[in-house]
């Protein structure tokens, strides 16, 4: 099990990734390189906000306020698995992921 301060950080890096999609991760990553859990976490939440990004991209040219909803939904989701699972001291996969950063 990992240590209770780095499940809560990975937790704050994906409660974050609700409003902050892709610099909560980007920030993590840079300033708390000492962690591996929480460097894997800020991976997934930075890989995430960057597919996100890029799905607002294509959902942008249909401009279906039904799709940004949806789209919304699952961002929220994500980040909120992504947070329980940490505080349990699991780490998470969101599984629609492009996993860009290594």
């Given amino acids: 099990m ?3 301060k780095s499940m809560v950080t990975a937790a704050i890096v994906w409660l974050l990734s609700v409003f902050f999609s892709i ?3 980007l920030l993590f990553l840079i300033f708390k ?3 591996a859990f929480i460097q894997q976490q800020a991976k997934e939440a930075l890989n995430w906000g960057i597919t996100l990004w890029l799905t607002v991209l294509v ?3 249909f401009g279906s306020k039904f ?3 949806l789209l919304g939904a ?3 989701v994500f980040c909120l698995f992504g947070m329980v ?3 349990k001291g ?3 996969q969101v599984p629609i992921n492009l996993r860009l950063i290594k």
Avoid: Q
């Fill in 2 to 4: 990992k240590a209770n």
């Fill in 23 to 25: 610099l909560s991760g």
């Fill in 33 to 35: 390189r000492e962690d």
């Fill in 59 to 61: 959902v942008s040219l």
């Fill in 67 to 69: 799709l940004f909803t």
């Fill in 74 to 76: 699952i961002h929220l």
């Fill in 85 to 87: 699972s940490c505080l």
């Fill in 90 to 92: 699991k780490a998470y």
